[in-house]
């Protein structure tokens, strides 16, 4: 079975080379809270990393946690 949703580099638990990483950068920790990993990821796609979806074949564990980091503002700034 296929799927016709392309794989996006955000939320749960993505990974890369360390490589790609030192090559675009890292995050971006100016953006505060908010679509840090989607900006990763697109930097990643500029340089020819491709996403690889792993859904019901990788474990995944989130601790969950307080997000004192996270305000409205940031969320409009990022929006």
């Not at 016709?4 to 505060?32: I, K």
């Not at 990821?41 to 474990?59: M, N, P």
Request: with cysteine; proline share 4%; net charge positive.
């Amino acid at each position: 079975m296929t799927s016709s949703v392309q794989p996006t580099f955000h939320d749960g638990n993505p990974s890369t080379w360390r490589t790609a990483l030192f090559a675009v950068n890292g995050f971006d920790n100016e953006m505060g809270y908010g679509l840090e990993d989607r900006s990763l990821g697109r930097r990643l796609e500029h340089i020819g990393v491709r996403g690889q979806r792993v859904r019901h074949r990788a474990i995944c564990l989130h601790l969950e946690h307080e997000r004192p980091y996270k305000t409205e503002a940031m969320l409009e700034r990022n929006a």
